[in-house]
């Protein structure tokens, strides 16, 4: 049986879709909204329903053969898994945004408010710019309003967030999509099932 960890919320149902369409349908999906851990034996697959930024956990420590996460939380957590494969869902960007009138004072250390303190780190490290981070777990665009940080680094994807909050993008950082990742000894143990899901997806996606 072949066990995937899913992000719960919208990107979970679209990797689902996605999933679903190479032999991986899974009914009991549909049946119960509580239920964390969803199974068809006639498909041999078991669905673990995991907060977004912790699929990468599950996988990592093989609680999950594989599962669907973000570059972003990738590139943070640089968690001991295999990158898989581009599903170019869930396309947004990482960006540093300011208020709309924010100007930039390089005498003063930068104060940061962002959930991905070990990209921000690096990405102002490479600037040479000296950075104090303030770690938030949501909310991010509150922390320039409140006067709380200068700036924010975090997930852009309409824009409506920071728009409605009179924020803007001042550099975007890195695009970032979804990832199919698998434990390292799951590739080897079950490297059949997962090369073949793996080329059946590029199929999909090439569609
Ligand atoms: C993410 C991100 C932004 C928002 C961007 O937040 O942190 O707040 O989405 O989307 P937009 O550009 O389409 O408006 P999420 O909904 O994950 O909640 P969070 O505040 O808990 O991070």
Not at 15 to 39: H, M, P, W
Not at 54 to 70: L, N, T
Request: glycine content about 6%; charged content about 25%; overall charge negative.
């Amino acid at each position: 049986m072949l066990n995937i960890a899913l992000p719960k919320g919208r990107l979970g149902d679209q990797v689902y879709t996605l999933f679903s369409q190479i032999g991986f349908e899974c009914a009991a999906i549909y049946e119960n909204d509580r239920k964390l851990v969803l199974e068809s034996p006639e498909n041999d697959v078991r669905y673990l329903l995991v907060k977004p930024s912790d699929v990468a956990i599950y996988v990592e420590y093989g609680a999950a053969d594989v599962g669907v996460v973000g570059k972003d939380i990738l590139l943070d957590a640089n968690p001991d898994v295999y990158e898989l494969l581009d599903l170019g869902i869930g396309k947004c960007r990482l960006a540093v945004a300011g208020p709309e009138d924010y100007q930039e004072d390089r005498e003063r250390v930068l104060r940061v408010a962002t959930k991905f303190s070990t990209v921000t780190k690096k990405y102002y490290s490479s600037l040479n710019r000296e950075i104090e981070i303030i770690k938030l777990n949501g909310s991010i665009e509150l922390a320039p309003i409140l006067g709380l940080s200068d700036v924010i680094v975090d997930i852009v994807e309409s824009g409506k967030t920071l728009k409605e909050n009179h924020l803007k993008v001042l550099e975007t950082i890195i695009p970032i999509s979804a990832r199919l990742i698998a434990n390292r000894s799951s590739y080897l143990f079950k490297n059949d099932v997962i090369s073949k899901m793996t080329v059946q997806l590029q199929e999909v996606l090439a569609k």
